[in-house]
Structure formats: C-alpha cells, structure tokens
C-alpha cells in the first residue's frame, strides 16, 4: 500500500504547529511562567527548547521519514536492528494518544458550549458556580462513580468529534493539511486581534510586568528547570506517536532540520502569545476589581471557563472578544485532537492493513463511545486524575525510554547524519550531546520527582482504590497491552532500512 504524502511543505508545518499548538499553549504555559520566576522563567524555557525540544523534534521527524510507518512500526524495525523486539514501545505511544484524545474531546466541546455562552455572557456574573454548578453539574460524584450523561456537554463533544473524523477520514492532503491550512492562521489572527485590544486596556501593562518581570533568584531553582523542561515535552507532541506519523507522510526531498526547528520555534513563539493575552486580561480584570492579581488568577481548567469568562465580562464589547477568544480556543483544541487522533489511525492502518477510511471509522467511533464517559456528572473528575497519571507518569516514561533506546543502544549519529542529509544545513553534534546526557537527565530527574511525590502523597484528595483503578491500573493495563499485542502478533514488517 503506498503511503499518503503532505502536499506541500506549508501543509506539514501548519499541521505539526496545529498538533504542538493547543489548550496548553494558551492556559498553562503563561502559569508555568508566573510560578516560576516571571521572566526569569524563559531563561530555562529556552535553554530545554535548544537542548530538548529541537534535538528531539529532528529525531522523531528523522524517524518518521526514514521509516514511513507510525511508532510500533518503526519501533519494531529499530528493534530488528538491534536483536530485540520495540514495537511495545510503539504501540504503548499510541495507547498514550488514544486515551489523551478521548478525554481532551471534553475540553474541546466545553469550549464550544462557551463560544454559544459568550455571544450573550450567559454564564452570568458567579462564573464559577456557573461552571462547576450549572453547566457540569459537579455533584458528590467521584471519578468511579459518574452520575449520569449530560446531553448540553455530549452534543458539543459529538461536533468535536465529527470534525475530526471528517479530517482524518478525508486523509493527510485532503483532510488534515486542509484543516490545518485554515486553522492555523486562523488561530493566529483570533490571537493577534484579541490582543491588539486588551493590550490599551488600563492594567493590562500592569498584567504583563507579572509575566515578564524577572525574579533572578529563582534560576538555580531545580524546580524552576524541572518546569521548563517538562513545558517542552508537553507542548511538543513528541514521545508519543504523533509527530512520528505525522513525519511518515513528508516527501522523500524534505529538508527535516529546517522544518523541526519552524515547528518548534512557532510553537514557542505562540506560547508567548497565549503569555501576552492572558496576563493583559487578568491585569485588566485586577485592575476593575481592585484585587491584586495574585486573587484573580486561577490555575488549570480554572483559567478558561471561570477566570476569562469573568474577565470577558468586563471588556468592552464583550460580545464580539468573547467569542473570538473561544473560538481560538475550540481551533486550537480541534487542531490537536486531529493530530493525536491520526497517530492512532496510521498505527491501525499499517498493522491491520486495512483502508484509512475503515481504519478512521473503528477508531473515532470507539473513541466517542468511550469519551461520553466525560460527559457525565463526575466527567471533570475523571478527566483530572486520568489526565495526572497520563501526562505525568506514562508520557514522561514513554519520552525517557525512547531517549535512551535512540541515544544508547542504537547510533544517534546515523540518526543525525541522515537529518543533516536531508536538509539544506547541518545540525553539530550538539544534537547527539542534548538527547544522550541533558535529555534523559532532566527528564529522569522531573519523573522520579513525580513517581517520589505519586507513591508518597497520591495525587489530589481522590480515595486510594481510584488512584489505583484509573491511575496505576490505567498506566499498568496500556503497558501490558502494548506488550501483548507485540508479542502475539508478530512484527509483520518488511525489512528495514539502514540509516
């Protein structure tokens, strides 16, 4: 079966940046850098994008367009290479990407349930009790314990997943690099517009001291670097299966260090941003409040459906920033729920050898099934702790060990060779130093630190038998999964090519 291509060069960035693009650029990223030193902060940001971000980006797009197969593909033609089978690791990627599609789809259709609300602010003035009260219905449920389905939360969920079933059932040139094509400048047009307003407004200066002003002492804080190295790893979809299909499908003539490192560095860029305008408006909103910023800024799902809401309230002509600003947010998250969705689907087509058509159908149909889950009384529950155990205790390890499969076992210089051959400049051995020796380091130290914390205190007020069913048991149930289906299936590989 020959393998899809991008269509252009355009098509594959606007479709990589739309993956790394999502809800994280525009609510965690701008809190990472407030709890962490302010300005100071992107010191650190930008050394683990040099030595994290970039180096693993040209690896994994390496990979990719060598291979021409999703992550248990390729993983199994390294392990031929080197004696032993890899192809679980591959498929424990995609199981990564499975589960963060299906519960991601619920941030996405609360965003679309926003949009509707922002038109008319009918979220009213108690945003919170709004939120949590009204539109979730968060009762004395637990995350075993549901409650039952909400249809104003399931139908926005369905569009969600309808588009992108549509994009990844219409394939890479006719779906995905059209959705990203018209997403992406979107997104960034919503983006510059909304701040090219609330920047004039009185205090939103005041908001961006809080962002950008630097505390120095906090540099040589282990925590500080921990956070910033773990930022990279989330915001850039790599360790797990995304950008290595995404990768599968360039061009044989595709100049792969130039195209990683506009990637990353759009990604980056966009994530300053998300900084700018969210810290304009919270400045704004201390301002009208005459609270210190420190009592209107809330973290995680807290930022987008309470904190802004409430902040749109105050804008003038609330009823056209509103729905801009949720609008970036549904682009933003349906433009990355395609990409992790795709790396699911291409891992199904090249193991089953079955249509894409067919392949998009088994798995978003599954994938909504399972998501309405999320839609329940107790949806925001189970999204937290899933998500907790996901993000970081499966991602961080899925990440470490690819590091040092490539890095140690396997020649990291073939890998950078064949980079350097591809692309119109070369990347140094810098490259080989970041993903053997700084990589895993930090990486090691930020998932200790986590597993350390996890085992010791648990995560959150949830009972221990939840943390252990739909955290551990999760994480425990998708490796053994990926090892049985290596096992028993058999590789089915053609041979693989040399680097």
């Known amino acids: 079966m020959q393998r899809e291509q991008w269509n252009s060069r355009t098509g594959f960035i ?16 701008p809190y990472m850098a407030y709890e962490n030193g302010g300005g100071a902060f992107f010191i650190p940001y930008l050394f683990a994008m040099l030595t994290a971000g970039i180096p693993f980006m040209i690896m994994e797009f390496s990979l990719g367009h060598k291979y021409r197969g999703a992550a248990p593909k390729i993983f199994a033609q390294l392990g031929k290479s080197l004696g032993f089978r890899l192809e679980w690791l591959g498929w424990f990627q995609v199981f990564i990407a499975a589960v963060i599609a299906i519960y991601y789809v619920a941030i996405i259709g609360w965003a679309i349930s926003y949009f509707v609300f922002s038109i008319s602010q009918s979220w009213g003035t108690d945003t919170n009790a709004f939120f949590f009260n009204e539109y979730l219905q968060l009762g004395d449920n637990s995350p075993t314990k549901l409650g039952s389905m909400q249809f104003h939360i399931a139908i926005p969920m369905a569009i969600a997943w309808s588009v992108t079933t549509l994009a990844v059932y219409s394939g890479v040139k006719g779906g995905i690099e059209r959705a990203g094509k018209i997403m992406m400048p979107l997104l960034f047009i919503m983006v510059l517009l909304f ?4 920047v004039f407004l009185p205090g939103a200066l005041e908001g961006l001291n809080y962002l950008f002003r630097p505390d120095f002492s906090m540099i040589l804080n282990a925590k500080v670097w921990s956070a910033a190295y773990g930022q990279i790893f989330f915001t850039l979809s790599v360790g797990f299966a995304i950008m290595l299909a995404y990768s599968s499908y360039l061009p044989e003539k595709s100049d792969i260090n130039n195209n990683a490192i506009m990637t990353v560095l759009i990604n980056c860029g966009f994530s300053i941003l998300g900084g700018i305008m969210i810290f304009s408006v919270l400045g704004y909103m201390a301002q009208e409040q005459a609270k210190p910023i420190t009592d209107v800024v809330t973290s995680g799902v807290g930022l987008a459906f309470v904190t802004i ?7 003038p002509a609330p009823y056209i920033f509103g729905p801009l600003f949720f609008l970036a947010l549904v682009v933003a998250g349906i433009s990355s729920h ?3 969705i795709e790396a699911v689907v291409s891992a199904v087509i090249d193991k089953l050898s079955i249509s894409r058509k067919k392949a998009a159908l088994l798995v978003c149909g599954t994938g909504f099934v399972i998501s309405m889950a999320f839609s329940s009384n107790g949806g925001l529950l189970l999204l937290d702790l899933v998500d907790y155990f996901i993000n970081n205790i499966a991602l961080l ?14 020649k990291i210089a073939d890998i950078r060779d064949y980079a350097n051959r591809c692309s119109e400049f ?13 990589g895993p380091i930090m990486l090691a130290i930020i998932l200790v630190k986590n597993l350390i914390n996890t085992l010791t205190d648990g995560y959150g007020d949830y009972p221990i038998a939840d943390q252990l069913f739909l955290g551990w048991g ?12 290596s096992v028993i299936s058999g590789n089915n590989i053609s041979k693989e090519p040399k680097l």
């Open 14 to 29: 606007l479709a990589a940046v739309g993956s790394a693009i999502g809800l994280g650029n525009i609510w965690r990223f």
């Open 195 to 198: 701040i090219a307003r609330i």
């Open 309 to 315: 809401p409430a902040a749109i309230n105050l804008l």
């Open 338 to 340: 395609i990409s992790i």
């Open 397 to 410: 390890s899925s990440c470490l060990i690819e590091l040092i499969i490539l890095a140690w076992l396997f």
């Open 426 to 438: 070369s990347i140094g051995k810098w490259m080989e130093i970041c993903l053997r020796f700084i």
């Open 474 to 485: 999760l994480v425990a149930s998708m490796l053994f999964a990926a090892i049985f289906i």
